[in-house]
């Protein structure tokens, strides 16, 4: 088995064309943007085996972190998920259709709107989590525990910025 793999040869021959460029970037970055589409893949079949996409598990598992109640203003899930108002919208308009949320009037502010978790839901978002965890597990099979923490703090890192 080589130790070499696709990044290797795209590095190798553009080094071999542009010998005058640095070519160090593409070596972290390119696996990184090639281990997010396998990561991607394993995500939607995870999701997919609850019958939720990833927007969908976004929102729930947010509401599902937060604890009990297991309920979140739409303000506290943007500020989760990181997506439009709109999308946001759309999210839990799909999710209230399907019975996985509820949306209730905030008892601390009666304009106010809360989006709450139902069994359901909660049922779905479970069973998401231990789906993706061994979907990640298995894409982290090669590194040791040890690797893995290394690997956590170098791109906690790198990410820093961006956050």
């Not at 990044?7 to 010998?19: G, K, L």
């Not at 209730?104 to 479970?126: H, K, M, Q, W, Y």
């Amino acid at each position: 088995m080589s130790d070499s793999d696709e990044v290797d040869r795209i590095v190798e021959a553009w080094t071999r064309e542009r010998p005058d460029l640095n070519f160090a970037p593409l070596q972290v970055l390119s696996r990184v943007g090639r281990l997010s589409k396998h990561l991607d893949r394993a995500r939607r079949a995870a999701f997919s085996a609850s019958e939720l996409n990833s927007g969908e598990f976004d929102v729930l598992s947010a509401l599902r972190r937060a604890g009990s109640p297991y309920q979140l203003s739409p303000k506290a899930l943007l500020q989760q998920t990181l997506v439009s108002s709109g999308t946001m919208t759309n999210r839990i308009d799909r999710l209230v259709d399907r019975s996985l949320v509820e949306r209730r009037t905030d008892p601390n502010d009666g304009r106010g709107i809360l989006v709450v978790l139902s069994e359901a839901g909660r049922f779905r978002v479970d069973a998401a989590i231990s789906q993706l965890l061994a979907a990640e597990t298995e894409v982290l099979g090669r590194l040791s525990p040890a690797d893995q923490d290394r690997l956590a703090g170098l791109l906690r890192k790198l990410s820093l910025d961006f956050d």
